[in-house]
């Protein structure tokens, strides 16, 4: 969930994507150490920034903000650069921890618990959850941000909410439980079009077997949601907790 929900329900009160620089110690440690391995892999293949940058699609420019942990590389960018360099995986070896330090150290254990959970149980009361949001309902969201978000962080954390939805191609396939307020499916954020290309999505995910989707009516006058948006996450062994 992202704090675009008050940021938005990408990543309730987390900042997803965590905009194009680490934000804090923890996440700047494993980017720096990555760009770090980058730069041994890339001088031990005797290429230069913009060789290597020709090779893998990236401007030299990028490579030595990657290189120097100044920006988070993108999971394409770390596939390639691990064929390009025949690394042997080193640099794919990364890739989850790097994707990680896209998100603030508040967040991240959240994204580690819902990338390994086997039920999640969602209710979200403002925006549809990040993990069932269309890319064309992710951008229409993140570019409504106050102050205004650069096409560069956009498009970051983009990248990231949908890296999040592999959740749904997982196996074993963990249980996905969804409540979305009436006034959640109703709201035109985007347009029209954005908002029925997200209604049909939910129809789409919603006919997997190990998804539910639920609509809280706005005629209920009861509501376990009044708090605002929360998920449940259960572990492998039982363990269960809650993240609002």
């Not at 965590?18 to 980058?38: I, M, W």
């Not at 960018?77 to 080193?90: K, P, Q, T």
């Not at 009436?182 to 347009?191: A, D, N, S």
Request: with cysteine; aromatic share 6%; proline share 5%.
């Amino acid at each position: 969930m992202d704090s675009s929900e008050s940021m938005d329900q990408g990543e309730q009160g987390v900042r997803d994507g965590a905009g194009t620089r680490p934000e804090d110690e923890p996440g700047a440690g494993v980017v720096t150490a990555f760009g770090r391995q980058l730069k041994l892999l890339r001088i031990r293949a005797g290429l230069e920034r913009p060789e290597f940058g020709e090779r893998v699609g990236y401007a030299g420019q990028s490579v030595a903000s990657f290189e120097q942990g100044r920006r988070i590389p993108p999971p394409r960018f770390i596939d390639r650069a691990d064929e390009v360099l025949d690394a042997g995986g080193v640099l794919k070896a990364l890739k989850e921890e790097v994707a990680r330090a896209q998100y603030p150290a508040f967040f991240r254990d959240m994204a580690r618990l819902e990338a390994e959970a086997v039920e999640l149980c969602v209710y979200d009361s403002h925006v549809v959850n990040g993990l069932l949001q269309t890319e064309e309902y992710m951008r229409s969201l993140l570019a409504m941000r106050r102050p205004l978000l650069d096409e560069e962080t956009i498009e970051l954390r983009v990248t990231a909410r949908l890296a999040r939805q592999e959740i749904f191609s997982r196996w074993p396939a963990p249980l996905l439980s969804f409540v979305l307020e009436e006034t959640v499916m109703r709201k035109p954020l985007g347009g029209k079009a954005v908002l029925r290309g997200q209604l049909e999505q939910l129809l789409l995910i919603g006919q997997k077997r190990n998804v539910e989707i639920q609509v809280m009516p706005l005629d209920r006058e009861d509501n376990a949601g009044v708090d605002g948006p929360f998920t449940v996450i259960t572990r492998k062994g039982g363990e269960q907790l809650t993240y609002m």
